[in-house]
């Protein structure tokens, strides 16, 4: 199943006077984007107003049902809560995709894999990988790394990097999971024509001292012409990274 299908949905549906939907209105977009955003495995919110002025709607996409557990014991979390019910409480349940009907015109998720052997247990691999003060002496394309945020193994960084010849500076959430050989990454502030782009790094064991690393990225487009450009600048950085990834982590070997 693709990643989309795996998601969870929350759908809470408010009833409130028609003197308090803008307020409401109001509570759940800063919530959406001034905490929600930022959650390790949030996806998308969309907020529905009521025709009448007597509902409002919330529809919340999450990655998987381990991520909502884990954002709604937030105490940041529980403060919007308790803000929306001075004003109402709604009656939240919890979706998961079946059935998908797509229009003619609609985006689609496309994905791009790359792949590198290195001579070096995956730790060192992993561990490298996840310090980004050294990215820039590895992969060619990056000119700077940092954490702005970061809560546990959830980071907020932000890069700046050669990417189709523009140097473009950007933010993304991680996710540092030694425990899965993996790390995730989702970009924050993507730029046309990108829509979405994620993806994970991949640590595999193929040996006591060798280790197979794996990029898979997902994104989409607005506009679907550009697909062969953003998969040649995708591939270029990523054949780079990787192999300066390889150089790097071998040449004490």
């Known amino acids: 199943m693709k990643t989309q299908e795996k998601a969870l949905t929350l759908i809470n549906v408010f009833p409130v006077e028609p003197g ?8 759940l977009t800063r919530a959406a984007q001034g905490t929600m955003r930022y959650q390790p495995g949030f996806i998308s919110a ?5 025709i009448n002025g007597t509902y409002v709607a919330n529809c919340v996409q999450w990655r998987s049902r381990e ?25 939240p349940q919890l979706y998961e995709l079946c059935n998908t009907t797509m229009g003619a015109e609609a985006g689609v998720t496309l994905t791009a894999e790359h792949e590198i052997v290195i001579g070096r247990p995956w730790r060192e691999c992993f561990d490298l990988c996840s310090e980004l003060g050294l ?27 050669e990417f ?20 995730r990454f ?13 993806g994970e790094w991949l640590f595999e064991p193929t040996g006591d001292r060798e280790t197979r690393v794996r ?27 990787l192999k300066g990834m390889k150089k790097y982590m071998e040449r004490a070997s």
């Not at 980071?155 to 990097?161: G, H, K, P, R, S």
């Open 20 to 27: 308090s939907q803008p307020q409401l209105i109001d509570i």
């Open 46 to 50: 969309h907020l529905y107003r009521g």
């Open 67 to 91: 991520d909502f557990n884990t954002m709604w014991a937030k105490a940041e979390v529980q403060v919007h809560v308790a803000e929306i019910h001075t004003i109402t409480k709604g009656n």
């Open 135 to 161: 990215w820039a002496e590895f992969m060619p394309a990056v000119r700077g790394a940092k954490v702005v945020k970061q809560d546990g193994d959830d980071q907020e960084i932000e890069l700046t990097a």
């Open 164 to 183: 189709r010849g523009e140097v473009l500076t950007w933010r993304s959430q991680r996710q540092v999971l030694p425990g899965l050989k993996k790390i």
């Open 186 to 198: 989702w970009n924050l502030t993507p730029r046309d024509p990108i829509k979405m782009f994620g």
């Open 215 to 241: 990029v898979e990225h997902k994104f989409e487009l607005a506009d679907p012409s550009k697909e062969t450009v953003v998969r040649a600048g995708i591939s270029q950085n990523m054949v780079g990274d």
